[in-house]
């Protein structure tokens, strides 16, 4: 930063312009034990990442002036990181609703589409999004009872640990939990994807009955669409074919108990008499082998 010397001097010869040496922000990583190549900047490899890791320092990859990878990292400390985020969320001072206060939210709904300056800084999908849902209002809900409501967009509502607001746009369904997709990878629990798959589906069960209704009717060629809607069907546990009752109906009189007497007694008389017909034929065969001894004799 150049300044020029405005306090009067002694000597008007004196009166020149003063160089003020500028702040240096980039850490000193010889304090990490880490061989620099110049301020804040190491070689790439295992080692220092591991070392820039432990202080909770981040990175950038250096290239050269033609684009190509030099293999050195430019480290930032978690205040290099801090002022960052707090220069990039002065650009977004139209979207607070607190502008003085960088943990404001932003503003939402019809306030944000009538600001043309915070409408032209968020995400067109913020914008798509936030007019749905002024349209839905607007109608008196949603257009049919079956469908959710729409959300509203917002600002994220995870505080990161240096204390700053994440600047990121949540969807403001309620099963996001007012947080934005990339913290919202890091709040759902193992196998929440698949009970909010299987919710889904179990949502979209009621559509896909309306499109076979549909088909039954009015349909020329619509294999595909029959198609994905008995799918939705089967997955959501309803299946199509024919129910079969095993149940076994007794019409003479006997209970269950006396049935099953009589079979086994049945059992137990054709087991006797195969061991009675075995023991027949053990004593035929007896006789034919004495016969058979005499007459070699």
Same mark, same amino acid.
């Given at each position: 930063?150049?300044?020029?010397?405005?306090?009067?001097?002694?000597?008007?010869?004196?009166?020149?312009?003063?160089?003020?040496?500028?702040?240096?922000?980039?850490?000193?990583?010889?304090?990490?034990?880490?061989?620099?190549?110049?301020?804040?900047?190491?070689?790439?490899n295992y080692e220092n990442r591991q070392a820039l890791r432990?202080?909770?320092?981040?990175?950038?990859?250096?290239?050269?002036?033609?684009?190509?990878?030099?293999?050195?990292?430019?480290?930032?400390?978690?205040?290099?990181?801090?002022?960052?985020?707090?220069?990039?969320?002065?650009?977004?001072?139209?979207?607070?609703?607190?502008?003085?206060?960088?943990?404001?939210?932003?503003?939402?709904?019809?306030?944000?589409?009538?600001?043309?300056?915070?409408?032209?800084?968020?995400?067109?999908?913020?914008?798509?999004?936030?007019?749905?849902?002024?349209?839905?209002?607007?109608?008196?809900?949603?257009?049919?009872?079956?469908?959710?409501?729409?959300?509203?967009?917002?600002?994220?509502?995870?505080?990161?640990?240096?204390?700053?607001?994440?600047?990121?746009?949540?969807?403001?369904?309620?099963?996001?939990?007012?947080?934005?997709?990339?913290?919202?990878?890091?709040?759902?629990?193992?196998?929440?994807?698949?009970?909010?798959?299987?919710?889904?589906?179990?949502?979209?069960?009621?559509?896909?009955?309306?499109? +076979?209704?549909? !088909?039954? $009717?009015? @349909?020329?060629?619509? /294999?595909? *669409? %029959?198609?994905?809607?008995? &799918? #939705?069907?089967?997955?959501?546990?309803?299946?199509?074919?024919?129910?079969?009752?095993?149940?076994?109906?007794?019409?003479?009189?006997?209970?269950?108990?006396?049935?099953?007497?009589?079979? +086994?007694?049945? !059992?137990? $008389?054709? @087991?006797?008499?195969? /061991?009675? *017909? %075995?023991?027949?034929?053990? &004593? #035929?065969?007896?006789?034919?082998?004495?016969?058979?001894?005499?007459?070699?004799?």
């Amino acid at each position: 930063m150049l300044e020029l010397n405005s306090k009067p001097s002694d000597d008007e010869d004196d009166n020149e312009p003063a160089h003020d040496t500028p702040l240096d922000m980039r850490p000193n990583l010889e304090e990490l034990g880490l061989l620099e190549m110049e301020r804040g900047v190491v070689e790439d490899n295992y080692e220092n990442r591991q070392a820039l890791r432990r202080a909770h320092f981040t990175w950038d990859s250096v290239y050269s002036q033609t684009g190509a990878p030099t293999g050195l990292i430019a480290a930032r400390s978690p205040e290099q990181v801090k002022e960052r985020r707090l220069l990039s969320l002065i650009e977004k001072k139209p979207l607070l609703v607190e502008r003085d206060r960088v943990n404001s939210d932003y503003l939402t709904g019809l306030d944000l589409l009538v600001d043309e300056e915070a409408c032209k800084l968020s995400p067109p999908w913020v914008i798509a999004s936030t007019r749905g849902w002024v349209k839905e209002q607007d109608a008196g809900g949603p257009s049919s009872p079956n469908r959710a409501r729409a959300g509203m967009p917002h600002r994220c509502t995870k505080v990161k640990t240096d204390g700053v607001r994440c600047m990121l746009w949540a969807s403001g369904r309620i099963k996001d939990g007012g947080v934005c997709r990339m913290h919202l990878k890091s709040v759902r629990k193992p196998g929440e994807d698949v009970e909010r798959a299987r919710r889904k589906l179990m949502q979209s069960a009621p559509y896909a009955v309306d499109v +076979l209704e549909e !088909l039954m $009717e009015n @349909a020329t060629v619509e /294999q595909v *669409r %029959l198609k994905a809607s008995t &799918e #939705i069907l089967d997955r959501a546990g309803v299946r199509g074919g024919m129910e079969l009752d095993v149940g076994v109906e007794v019409t003479d009189g006997r209970s269950p108990a006396q049935i099953v007497a009589e079979r +086994l007694a049945r !059992l137990a $008389e054709g @087991a006797a008499g195969l /061991q009675k *017909r %075995l023991g027949e034929m053990a &004593e #035929i065969e007896a006789v034919v082998v004495e016969e058979t001894v005499e007459k070699n004799d």
